[in-house]
């Protein structure tokens, strides 16, 4: 009698054991489940305020270059325009032959106000949105930047290609054309760069492309964090886009180098 008293007390408590154990374990498991969804809003908020954040500083860079659209348009194309035709309104009052030295002063000042007219409105045409981009691809529209940027900066900016780039995508010519021009850009305006590189290659199915600058360099993580940091952030987004990826390696006095690939869905041609 005792034995079986014995027996039965055993199995209670081990059933109460087993008991207590599985909601031992029941109670890990919400506490890492709680531990995850913490975690998961944590991120969340996160990944809101980088939004709100990233949408604040689109909106401001958005005005500035409105700014800087009207700010060109006024003081070169606007102002050549108005010595356009003051030179215009200058001859049909001339009374002279055509042939005059004070006429023909007028038309060459009229020839050149033109062309440099031309010129700026060519140039910010460019700079929106390039037409060797959309007609002819972003290898000749790389280089034809390149070329341009040495040109009108009087630097040194060397551009190289694979010979096995293929097609590119839209898309990802659109990305790689902007991020090399905000590269650039930035080399020479904050870093005083007189030496910038861009490769283009493909590798493995991925387009690549490597920036490369002389400049003064930036400190990547303190920059992110501030007004200035914009770009980057907006680099960011546009290679997440296309599923690609883009690294910026930089050192204050060691120039800065920027690293972009994506998907290469084209396949290039045989032979």
Not at 21 to 36: D, H, I, T, Y
Not at 106 to 131: K, M, N, Q, W, Y
Not at 249 to 265: D, F, K, L, N
Request: aromatic letters at 4%; charged letters at 20%.
């Amino acid at each position: 009698m005792y034995s079986a008293y014995i027996v039965a007390t055993i199995i209670v408590v081990t059933a109460q054991l087993l008991l207590i154990a599985g909601l031992l374990k029941q109670r890990g498991r919400l506490r890492k489940a709680e531990a995850a969804m913490r975690a998961s809003e944590a991120s969340l908020r996160a990944s809101y305020e980088r939004t709100r954040l990233m949408a604040g500083r689109l909106i401001n860079a958005q005005e500035a270059a409105r700014a800087d659209i009207a700010r060109d348009l006024h003081d070169d194309v606007c102002q050549k325009l108005a010595y356009v035709s003051i030179g215009v309104n200058s001859l049909r009052s001339a009374t002279g032959d055509i042939q005059d030295p004070q006429t023909q002063q007028v038309f060459a000042e009229l020839d050149r106000d033109t062309r440099s007219t031309v010129e700026g409105i060519r140039r910010l045409s460019h700079d929106l949105h390039p037409a060797t981009l959309r007609l002819l691809g972003l290898v000749p529209a790389l280089r034809s930047h390149c070329t341009e940027v040495t040109k009108r900066q009087g630097i040194d900016v060397h551009f190289t290609v694979s010979e096995d780039v293929g097609t590119v995508p839209p898309a990802v010519g659109v990305c790689f054309f902007r991020i090399a021009q905000e590269s650039l850009r930035n080399g020479v305006a904050h870093g005083g760069a007189k030496h910038l590189s861009v490769a283009l290659d493909r590798s493995n199915g991925w387009l690549e492309m490597v920036i490369t600058d002389d400049g003064t360099g930036f400190d990547v993580s303190a920059l992110k964090h501030t007004v200035s940091g914009l770009g980057l952030i907006a680099m960011e987004e546009r290679v997440r886009l296309i599923d690609g990826e883009v690294m910026f390696v930089s050192e204050i006095g060691s120039g800065t180098t920027v690293c972009v690939r994506a998907p290469a869905a084209s396949p290039p041609p045989n032979g």
